[in-house]
C-alpha cells in the first residue's frame, strides 16, 4: 500500500507562483511513475503533469507548459510541482497519483494506482 500526502495548495493572486508536494510512503518510491491531476468545480478531473522514475522524462498538459514543472527527490520520497504565473482557470483540487513499478511517464488516469487526497489551488483575479 502507498500513501501519498499532498500539501502546498492555497489562495494566490493571479500572476503568482505556489509550489505543491506530495510526499509518498514506501521503500521503493524511485520506481513509482508519478503525475499530477486537478479538477476544477463541476469539471472533470484531468491530466497536469507527470514524472518518469528517475526524473529524466516530464511532461506537462498544454494548458499549463512552460508556467508549471514537475520534479522529484528520491531520496526525499517527494515529487513536486512548480506553478509560476498562476491564472484564476487554475483554480482546482490538485492531485498527485503513484504508478508503481512503471519506468516512464503516464498521462491517463487509469494507469495510476495510487491517489492522494488533493490540495485546493484557488487563484483570485
Known amino acids: 500500500q502507498v500513501q501519498l500526502v499532498e500539501s502546498g495548495g492555497g489562495s494566490v493572486q493571479a500572476g503568482g507562483s505556489l509550489r505543491l508536494s506530495c510526499a509518498a510512503s514506501g521503500r521503493t518510491f524511485s520506481t513509482y511513475g508519478m503525475g499530477w491531476f486537478r479538477q476544477a468545480p463541476g469539471k472533470e478531473r484531468e491530466f497536469v503533469a507527470a514524472?518518469?522514475?528517475?526524473?529524466?522524462?516530464?511532461y506537462c498538459a498544454d494548458s499549463v507548459k512552460g508556467r508549471f514543472t514537475i520534479s522529484r527527490d528520491n531520496a526525499k520520497n517527494t515529487v513536486y510541482l512548480r506553478m509560476n504565473r498562476l491564472k484564476p482557470e487554475d483554480t482546482a483540487v490538485y492531485y498527485c497519483a503513484a504508478a508503481v513499478g512503471v519506468i516512464g511517464v503516464l498521462i491517463l488516469e487509469l494507469d495510476y494506482d495510487y491517489w492522494g487526497q488533493g490540495t485546493q489551488v484557488t487563484v483570485s483575479s
Open positions: 514524472i518518469s522514475w528517475s526524473g529524466d522524462s516530464t
